[in-house]
């Protein structure tokens, strides 16, 4: 079943804001943001950030708690961010 477009604007608005706070907080550790929304051949990558010489590749996901998050990235989508990080 199709998401509404209402249902579908509100889930990609939290998704621009938790994209936000993530860069933020990101920024506050020490990170530079070198690039947002960054498109591959293989997919998007939402934050790339460097630190001291080592490159951050960030999936940004706005659940509830960390177990959920690390559930809703399957094993599908670990290896296409892996391949869009190159």
């Given amino acids: 079943m199709r998401q509404t477009s209402a249902k579908r604007r509100k889930h990609e608005a939290l998704g621009r ?3 936000t706070l993530a860069a933020w907080r990101l920024r ?3 990170y530079r943001i070198v690039a947002e929304r960054e498109k ?3 997919g ?3 934050l790339i950030a460097v630190k001291r010489g ?3 590749i960030v999936e940004v996901k706005a659940r509830p708690d ?3 998050c690390i559930e809703t990235v399957s094993a599908r989508q670990r290896y296409r ?3 869009a990080a190159g």
């Fill in 44 to 46: 998007e990558i939402d």
């Fill in 17 to 19: 804001f938790s994209e």
């Fill in 40 to 42: 591959t051949p293989f």
């Fill in 66 to 68: 960390l177990r959920r």
């Fill in 54 to 56: 080592l490159v951050a």
């Fill in 81 to 83: 961010i892996e391949q």
């Fill in 28 to 30: 506050f550790a020490g």
